[in-house]
């Protein structure tokens, strides 16, 4: 699909700052883009060089800087500060070459701007909520510039990434998440807004640290926490009432919690939860392409048993039971094995969310034992620990399957839980191997296998989106079951040939479209939507999608 524009619009040049005040106004700054006309009415002369710069120009000038940084940090650094000037020129750089620069602003990098967030920490984005707000988070929500907000992404950084407790170092993710909605799914910039609720942090080495820029106490647990977040909900409603918000990167006890408790009474939904699972079964939905056989004869094996582990296993046996499998049955299809062991039934020390999925079996020791006697047919990785798909355990599923899936998804990079190299050796070839960081295509034997990225940006913009564009109400499992659907439906025969289980990811606005779509319609069906249903749904939804050129401002 053909980039949309979106169409020019005739700015008042009475809402138009001038002079430095425009040139540092990241949302309306062209830079050395400025026409004649402009520089003269916005009192730019001389705050300029001379030469009229296009916007392709000014693209090929970031791209010659950005490929000669030394380090993937300190390309991570020099986008946030494009973005901080010139937000337009930001999100152009990033959409044309996205591939390039998915790894930068989003995982794995993140995961490293986040750790040192408090080092490199230049220009404040977002909001950040603390337990001195109580009371007052309404009024705080509205020093946010803008009051149009669609889409927030909140985290109280708990468990950031495979990297844990991080605090409000954690906003790197909101920030880059709400990046990911503007390049992916077309969604204003000035519609999103990334929130860190900071309710403490229980890592000492940065309550020790002098350049920590987080509250300096210990984590808010119990009836405390819960208040505080339902006084953030309410707010949320009051101040921002057709925004949908996103959970993310909560801790795992506090994550199933507060989705059970919030979904049926707002728009919200768990990317950790939900988006992953999403993505995660669109590709085994491709991978049944490859290995044939229907899912419901498949049995799968689950290093970690967390929010990604559980929500995958959920939607897999919403997804069985769609093909006839009775639940019982279906949930026996998903076995988990967390750092005791196989999580079997007979065990007393399991948390609430890990009892659907503690089937009766002897107990295991480790996935080694596990692999050998459940015999799955895919190993799904959602452990955050390096390494766990050892060679044992690899070729193990090469003996008992032609071609295993091998999901190896823990982020970012450093946490996987094997390589595309490994797994594509340790199979000699057969392997069908999905990351949640990117890896490069590995040759063997003259062959080249191209590693899927099982990445949650090819779901969650466009779930997003579909609710914005329809103003739904709720955000359900079927949402994200179907977007599974039609993301599976858009892999190619060329994709699978080259052992991609994902399209290209130079193809995600088709993607996000095509699944905002899908969202909408059931958001419709199922009476959730709030705006007048269009005529032609997918075309609604294009026109709406921002894509970043620059505007006449007169």
Not at 186 to 211: E, H, K, R
Request: net charge negative.
């Amino acid at each position: 699909m053909a980039a949309k524009r979106r169409k020019h619009i005739r700015m008042s040049t009475t809402s138009v700052p001038t002079g430095v005040d425009l040139l540092q106004t990241a949302g309306l700054n062209k830079g050395p883009g400025f026409p004649l006309e402009e520089r003269e009415l916005f009192r730019l002369r001389g705050l300029l060089p001379p030469q009229l710069c296009t916007i392709e120009k000014q693209v090929l000038r970031v791209m010659n800087n950005f490929r000669r940084m030394l380090t993937d940090l300190d390309r991570y650094l020099y986008l946030i500060a494009l973005q901080d000037r010139n937000e337009t020129l930001f999100y152009r750089v990033v959409l044309e070459y996205l591939e390039e620069m998915l790894p930068i602003i989003y995982t794995p990098t993140v995961g490293e701007a986040c750790q040192k967030y408090g080092h490199i920490f230049r220009r404040p984005r977002g909001l950040f909520i603390t337990l001195a707000d109580r009371g007052e988070i309404a009024d705080l929500l509205r020093n946010w510039p803008y009051v149009d907000v669609r889409i927030i992404v909140v985290t109280d950084g708990e468990r950031i990434l495979g990297l844990g407790d991080l605090g409000s170092n954690g906003m790197g993710i909101p920030v880059g998440k709400l990046s990911l909605y503007t390049a992916c799914a077309g969604v204003a910039p000035s519609q999103c807004l990334p929130i860190t609720l900071d309710v403490g942090t229980n890592t000492q080495s940065l309550l020790d640290d002098p350049l920590y820029i987080g509250t300096r106490e210990r984590r808010l647990r119990g009836e405390d926490f819960d208040s505080f977040i339902a006084e953030f909900f309410r707010a949320v409603r009051e101040v921002f009432p057709h925004a949908v918000i996103q959970f993310e990167d909560f801790g795992t006890n506090n994550a199933f919690r507060l989705l059970d408790y919030y979904r049926d009474k707002v728009s919200a939904f768990n990317d950790d939860i939900q988006g992953t699972a999403s993505v995660v079964l669109s590709g085994i939905y491709s991978s049944l392409r490859l290995t044939g056989g229907a899912l419901k004869d498949q049995r799968f094996l689950f290093l970690g048993a967390g929010e990604a582990g559980i929500g995958i296993a959920d939607l897999i046996t919403s997804a069985m039971i769609a093909e006839g499998l009775p639940e019982a049955e279906a949930r026996k299809r998903s076995w988990h094995v967390d750092s005791k062991g196989l999580v079997v039934k007979s065990r007393t020390d399991l948390a609430p969310h890990k009892l659907p999925y503690a089937h009766e079996h002897e107990p295991m020791p480790d996935l080694l034992a596990a692999v050998k006697a459940l015999k799955p047919t895919g190993i799904i990785g959602v452990s955050g620990q390096p390494g766990k798909f050892t060679q044992e355990i690899v070729e193990a599923m090469a003996e008992l399957n032609e071609r295993p899936l091998v999901f190896s998804l823990s982020n970012p990079t450093s946490k996987s839980e094997c390589t595309a190299e490994e797994a594509y050796t340790w199979t000699k070839g057969r392997a069908i191997f999905a990351s949640g960081s990117p890896f490069d295509p590995v040759t063997l034997d003259g062959v080249t296998h191209v590693p899927g990225q099982g990445n949650n940006a090819y779901v969650f913009p466009g779930v997003g989106l579909g609710i914005i564009a329809c103003e739904s109400s709720r955000v359900t499992d079927e949402m994200f079951f179907e977007a599974a659907k039609t993301l599976a439906g858009l892999v190619t025969e060329e994709d699978l040939a080259l052992g991609r289980v994902y399209p290209a990811m130079t193809r995600i606005r088709e993607v996000s479209a095509a699944i905002a779509t899908t969202v909408a319609e059931i958001a419709y069906e199922r009476g959730f939507a709030r705006r007048p249903k269009p005529e032609n749904m997918r075309e609604c939804i294009e026109s709406q999608m921002y894509y970043p050129e620059y505007e006449d401002y007169i």
